[in-house]
């Protein structure tokens, strides 16, 4: 999962609700000072959430873009119920049809273009989105940008983490699978770079607030997950819709090289942010917001 460094807003930024014809869904809103150069729409991963991007809200924002993060269905804040069906990765991509519909339609004049990023499985969920929109008429987005994520499946490593997870969500709670992770987390990795106590405390709140449903369907998407790359391409080639990769230099999900092929594969704009892992929009905000706004422009 990505961790936020910091909880705290921005000044540009507050917390909202997002009405859309397929429901509610929670969000962080930043706002420009000045003129607005365009929109963003930033779509979390796996076990993910609006804050993941919170690190991103004040340069995005400070470059002229209103900038919505928001929690998929199921996630956080958002909720959902059990049904599996709302959890599937088209009525997900749906969802961000919808959300993009109502940013595009909100009241207060003209935010400019509407460029749509997806972080890791969002990644997968956007591009749904695209491929659905993109067999009934125009695109309603100015770009595509899918980061630290791949064309299929996730690596081998991490799916066989991904199906112990599922194998146990039939039978513990969500509450006592994060006490297991606890204890696993106690005995490896640097305790100088854990979390500081109120970010593990957002970490926890964030994960039991997860509805179980969405975390067993989405988690059996990514472990079988099709390869839709070329489907996209010619979409994106049809639309003239601008793409690019973003991802660090390291990822435990989808290997890095993969990652390249599958931007050469969509002769989309390649870049690879230093010193980051799975997270560049936590882990190297700065250089993530230049490269971002740099294509958006």
């Not at 009241?107 to 997806?118: Q, S």
């Amino acid at each position: 999962m990505s961790t936020p460094p910091f909880l705290t807003l921005p000044h540009c930024a507050r917390p909202l609700r997002l009405a859309t014809a397929r429901g509610e869904f929670a969000a962080l809103r930043a706002e420009p000072a000045g003129a607005v150069r365009g929109s963003a729409l930033l779509v979390p991963g796996f076990t993910g959430s609006k804050e993941d991007f919170i690190a991103l809200l004040e340069p995005l924002a400070a470059a002229g873009y209103r900038v919505t993060a928001i929690d998929q269905r199921g996630q956080y804040e958002t909720g959902g119920s059990d049904d599996p069906a709302e959890y599937a990765v088209d009525a997900l991509g749906a969802d961000v049809r919808a959300l993009s519909a109502a940013l595009l339609t909100e009241p207060g004049g003209d935010a400019g273009p509407l460029h749509l990023l997806g972080h890791s499985f969002g990644g997968q969920v956007v591009r749904e989105a695209v491929l659905a929109a993109a067999a009934e008429g125009p695109l309603p987005w100015r770009s595509l940008t899918l980061m630290s994520t791949g064309p299929g499946a996730i690596d081998p490593a991490e799916a066989e983490r991904t199906k112990l997870l599922l194998s146990v969500l039939p039978t513990m709670s969500l509450e006592e699978i994060w006490q297991v992770l606890q204890q696993m987390e106690e005995g490896s990795g640097d305790p100088a770079r854990r979390p500081a106590p109120e970010v593990t405390d957002f970490l926890h709140r964030r994960w039991v607030a997860n509805v179980p449903q969405a975390l067993a369907t989405t988690g059996g998407h990514l472990v079988a997950a099709p390869d839709r790359v070329d489907g996209l391409a010619a979409a994106a080639t049809a639309a003239g819709l601008p793409l690019l990769v973003l991802s660090g230099v390291r990822d435990y999900a989808w290997p890095v090289p993969e990652q390249t092929a599958m931007a050469e594969r969509l002769g989309a704009r390649r870049v690879v942010v230093e010193d980051a892992g799975h997270s560049p929009n936590a882990e190297q905000p700065a250089a993530t917001a230049e490269a971002l706004t740099g294509f958006w422009a």
